[in-house]
């Protein structure tokens, strides 16, 4: 009989903030790897420890122990001390796929820098695994994969092959259902008991082990090492003849796992499974205001950052890379699933603020510097009062035409009645004054100091048609005295609007009917607020066994029209739920006392958007409870279709039976910026730029249920952390009811066919990413009136970055094919260019990797379904580059109005 081969694997489980703040348990963290290097200096018997997959926990060790790096860096290369390949280890839903591979390649690249990377997909602890996942390890030459959660399915096996849409494939392990990461934590000295402990664990894995290569997890939360394993180990080997049992590492376990495996089974996409395992499906909503930040930081850094500083780069400007950078470890620094999750105490969410704003500080100065680098800033002491010029940049890769709102400063003498705004060929273009107002500005004169200027400013919103992708449009306002606008297609009422695409009319109760001018579809009593009792914590949803819900307002709202022009027309819906004060203390009913919840939502209708858009503000003065909007689709769908990192998902909407599963099936999933249903009638899309949960109500009519906020105050209710009464929980979490003020956006987008024929995702990502126009210096033929910098079609393929390469020596292009069918990509540059290659996410080259250039400009290639290809493109000497500006009036805040 073939010995079971049993892989003691060392290892702590470092969640860097949680039930404790970051300083207090680096405390810890550097009392844990002092000890492990003095035991691991002293006992070579004790072999190896891994330092859970992240390196970010060496960044904070090396802040308080510089001294001791050049002991570490002997471990790791000795492959003792094992690191990487992360930076965190981040929630897979709550980020971008961007930020995924951010996070692989700061990790690698500090590993590597110490020594030695850990090639393992070590996802351990992730609330669930997104179906791209696959494809990303193996573009880190990573081929296996460590989980604990997600993984479903009556008689599932601890081995099996993991494969993303595209193919790609690992080799992954399921550790043990009970304990986790931590089933071989402290294991017991004592012989007796040691025996019984591993007879336990042979048990569990002989119903799923398909091999004889068992991974027992020596550790678990903050577990520091166990200094008499290598004696525990003797005397396992001693009790247990039929079993080989050593100090492991999971590089070496995977590597006889793979020559192990024979006929493991196959499973395809994103592992969201909470039938074995709690997934803690609640964090999705906690905390939203989390949610929202990342997201909006992800939007600056991926789509505005780093494309406006590859491209001032390539033109002859500076590459401020340190800069970007530190705003992604910033960033990173907030995706751990403790962190972006929600489920940590106040502490750790409050420090995290700091961090978002740290890296929205140095992406929005970031933003400034590469925009005048290409355009020139305005010099405030030299303002025109005749016009000034307004360049309008779009990221994404195809053309757009949306309203865009934006400021001019005039001198502060100018008298501005009115403004009128021109296109290149003199074209007047519609616009509406939002205000005028004079402002006084402190600039920052690098040659003498700051200086605080006066000027009359005016924002306004104009229809800018045509941006090119991945490119600009340049347009000229004018003070005038004349109001007449162009006409558009815009038709206002006093309770509805209408443009070319869409008719909206609002009703008396707040909700409105949307009706799709090209469907002919009607869409009724859209957007009803739906307020319910949460009994549950930050990892988990749970409404009260004698739940009230409440719908909408308490007294009819009241409606009017805020902004009315010829480019926009904006609703006003002013009113106050009425919502219980909290749970009663036995957190089983609502409490009969309400608080008034004052609540302005803005329906928006642009000219010829085919979107309608809300924002939402709400003064939450409830507890205990979660609120979200509904919108009944009237869509006969079996399911939903949904955002993803790299992928959009299709989920059932009904909920397989509870027989069997550790805990309800959850009906609320995840989604990046759209959900959509579609059946043969109709279709419709909600987007949203930061929203992060959704479900389709298992109804008639198929509601689709956004939520806006889900409050709880305590960070966990099962019993590890006890419960006496409401204010017996340990770890109370007052700033997870989310009291005050909270502004949400989300739009609806009405079409024929599904999801890919409509191309919602076009309407998503230009409802997240919205163009950018900034005042510039007037042109004088610096540049074409508009120009593509990059055009990449057809519209299947996503362009995701674009920055300088690791190495400093070429442009990074990274594309993905959101459709399952092979498409040819053609790919435009702009500047000539003079080699190009496919590389992997590491930017490292692929075989065969080298790809032609037709005509110095353009490149076509092969994208097969669902594949994400990263592209590196060395730029040809160009004659005439813009020089590097520094602003001379750089304007870093406005003083007074």
Known sequence: MTKKQVHVISHTHWDREWYMTFQQSRLKLVALIDDLLDLMEGNPDYRHFHLDGQTVVLDDYFELRPENKPRLEELIRAGRILIGPWYVLCDEFLVSGESVIRNLLLGQAMAAALGNVMKVGYVIDAFGHISQMPQIFANFEIDNAIMWRGVGGPDFKSEFHWRA???????????QDAGGYGYGMLLPSAPAELQARLAGIFQERRHHATTEH??????????????????????ANALEPDAHVFHGTLPRFFERLKA??????????????NQHVNLLAGTISTRMDLKQANNHTQTLLERFVEPLCALAWALGGRYPGAEIRQAWKYLLQNQPHDDICGCSVDAVHEQMHTRFQWSQEIARALIDRAFYTLFGPPDLKQLNPEQATVAVFNPLNWRRSEAVTGRVDFPAETDIFSIA????????????????RTVEKLQVD??????????????????????????????????????????????????????????????ADGTFDLFCKRTGQMYLNCHLFEDGGDSGDEYTYSFPLQDRLIYGYANAPRISIEQQGPVSVVFRIEGELELPESLRDDFQSRSDRNVSCPVVSRVILNSKSPLVQITTEIDNRARDHRLRVLFPSQIQAEASCAGGSFDVIRRGIALPSREGWMEDPSPTHPFQHFVSLHDAQRGLTIVSPDLTEFEVQRRQDHPVALTLLRCVGALARFALLTRKGRDGYRFQTPGAQCLGRHTFSYALFPHAGDWLAAESHVAALNNATPLLGKQIQDQADRWPAADAFLTVQPAELVLTCLKRSENQTALIVRIFNISARAVTGRIHFLQ???????????EAPTPDGELDIEGEHTLSVPFPGHKILTLEIVMA?????????????HVIMEMEG
Do not use: W
């Open 260 to 273: 192990a495996v024979r006929d493991i089974p196959v499973r395809t996409g994103e592992l969201r499974s």
């Open 446 to 507: 690098p040659r003498s100091g700051p200086r605080a200027v006066r000027v009359k400013q005016v924002r306004f919103t104009f229809l800018a048609e045509e941006i090119p992708s991945c490119g600009y449009k340049l347009f000229t306002v004018r003070p005038v005295r004349d109001m007449a606008e162009p006409e558009t297609d815009l038709r206002v009422g006093p309770y509805s609007a209408e443009n070319q695409h869409l008719k909206v009319h609002l009703h």
């Open 877 to 889: 000497a160009t004659e005439a580059r813009p020089e590097e500006f520094v602003p001379p009036a």
């Open 421 to 436: 705004v021109f296109d290149a060929d003199a074209a007047r273009v519609p616009s509406q004054v939002e205000c005028i």
């Open 214 to 235: 068992i991974a027992v997890m020596n550790g678990a939360d903050h577990i520091v090492p166990q200094p008499d394993l290598p004696d525990i180990i003797r005397t």
């Open 832 to 842: 000539r260019i003079s080699a190009a290659r496919i590389v992997t996410m590491a």
């Open 165 to 175: 849409p595209d193919g790609s494939t690992v080799l992954a392990y399921k550790v």
